[in-house]
């Protein structure tokens, strides 16, 4: 048989009784309905309702996206400096800073050795050394400073620190 033969077809259904075109039917009616829930009418209805997470998801990635963006600006705006300057400004930050602290010279980098260095003061000092002197930390090694209860922690250790590297030494 090649084909499809209607008239057999519609032969072969007035032959059915009634009970059994209403079953055919309804089953018919059911996979169709089915079919649309699944492929037409469930996807839209799932999109739907996760669109408030969705949306509140990209608006914190948009916050985010933004808030680099104004970074990437300011880091543009920054004026470049030469290495002098920045080992100038390194120095300067580190006296300020981290009283007591020792610099000396390792090839392209800065190395820093602290004594009884306050946390409050080593935080100020990375967080400057990073913006104004444009540097680097390359590696930190720290211990925390045997202290009397009544005193605030202190560390001791090196860190080392990479200026960056244009203009003249």
Same mark, same amino acid.
């Given at each position: 048989?090649?084909?499809?033969? /209607?008239? !057999?077809?519609? @032969?072969r259904?007035?032959? *059915?009784?009634?009970?059994? /075109? +209403?079953?055919?039917? !309804?089953?018919?009616?059911?996979?169709?309905?089915?079919? *649309?829930? #699944?492929?037409? +009418?469930?996807p839209?209805?799932?999109?739907?309702?996760?669109s408030p997470a969705r949306?509140?998801?990209?608006? /914190?990635?948009? !916050?985010?996206?933004?808030? +680099?963006?104004?970074?990437?600006r300011?880091?543009?705006?920054?004026?470049?400096?030469?290495?002098s300057?920045?080992?100038?400004?390194?120095t300067?930050?580190? /006296?300020?800073?981290?009283?007591?602290a020792?610099i000396?010279?390792?090839?392209? #980098?800065?190395?820093?050795? *602290?004594?009884?260095?306050?946390a409050?003061?080593?935080?100020?000092?990375?967080?400057?050394?990073?913006?104004? @002197?444009?540097?680097?930390v390359?590696?930190?090694?720290?211990?925390r400073?045997?202290?009397?209860?009544?005193k605030l922690?202190?560390w001791e250790?090196?860190i080392?620190?990479? +200026?960056?590297?244009?203009?003249?030494?």
């Amino acid at each position: 048989m090649s084909g499809f033969d /209607r008239s !057999a077809m519609a @032969a072969r259904w007035q032959q *059915l009784s009634a009970r059994e /075109r +209403l079953w055919i039917t !309804a089953a018919g009616m059911l996979i169709a309905l089915s079919l *649309l829930w #699944q492929v037409g +009418l469930s996807p839209a209805w799932q999109a739907w309702r996760q669109s408030p997470a969705r949306h509140a998801q990209l608006d /914190r990635q948009a !916050a985010e996206l933004q808030s +680099l963006q104004m970074k990437a600006r300011e880091l543009q705006a920054r004026p470049i400096l030469s290495r002098s300057e920045a080992l100038q400004s390194f120095t300067q930050l580190t /006296r300020d800073l981290l009283p007591g602290a020792q610099i000396s010279a390792l090839a392209d #980098q800065q190395r820093v050795t *602290l004594k009884g260095a306050s946390a409050t003061g080593l935080t100020q000092w990375l967080v400057a050394v990073r913006q104004s @002197a444009q540097a680097n930390v390359v590696e930190m090694r720290l211990q925390r400073s045997p202290t009397s209860p009544d005193k605030l922690p202190q560390w001791e250790g090196q860190i080392v620190v990479q +200026l960056p590297q244009r203009g003249a030494p």
